[in-house]
């Protein structure tokens, strides 16, 4: 399968971002107890920002970079549920990953809830580690980091 067109998301595309990151992250809510803090972001700001990028037309899946002092900052990662197991969120990262360079940033970093063990695997499979645990208002956040070669 050849790898998704990314792009920068721009104001057209924010009502279905935020279809895909509601539909993305309802089950995790559920598991959680909370809603996670990708649900409730402002989208708006973002994308005005340059910070939110999608696949292609659609979009069927987004990712959201915030460059930071070290790290770019992987804030969110969502996939459409009808388009899971595509290769859309490995496509997603490994632009996240080329963007860091061009950015001329060294690594990657992120954050997830503890109880989202699927992802904690996926991103270590994908060469992240854990940097720390962090208590967010009763909400426990595993930090990761992927330094780029």
Same mark, same amino acid.
């Given at each position: ?47 005005? @920002? ?5 696949? +292609?037309? !659609?979009?069927? =899946? ?5 460059? #930071? &002092?070290? %790290? ?5 990662? @969502? ?5 899971? +197991?595509? !290769?859309?969120? =490995? ?5 996240? #990953? &080329?963007? %860091? ?49």
């Amino acid at each position: 399968m050849a790898s998704p067109r990314i792009r920068p998301a721009t104001q057209d595309d924010r009502a279905r971002i935020e279809e895909i990151v509601e539909a993305a992250y309802t089950p995790w809510a559920e598991l959680i107890g909370a809603r996670p803090l990708p649900m409730d972001a402002d989208y708006t700001a973002l994308i005005d @920002a340059g910070h939110v990028f999608v696949t +292609g037309d !659609g979009p069927h =899946g987004v990712i959201v970079l915030i460059p #930071e &002092d070290g %790290a770019l900052l992987v804030e969110n990662v @969502a996939v459409a549920p009808d388009r899971h +197991g595509r !290769g859309l969120g =490995g496509a997603l990262l490994a632009f996240a #990953e &080329d963007h %860091a360079r061009a950015l001329g940033l060294p690594g990657l970093r992120l954050y997830t809830n503890e109880l989202m063990t699927s992802n904690i695997a996926r991103y270590e499979r994908l060469g992240y580690r854990e940097t720390g645990r962090q208590d967010i208002g009763g909400r426990y956040v595993i930090h990761m980091s992927k330094p780029l070669g």
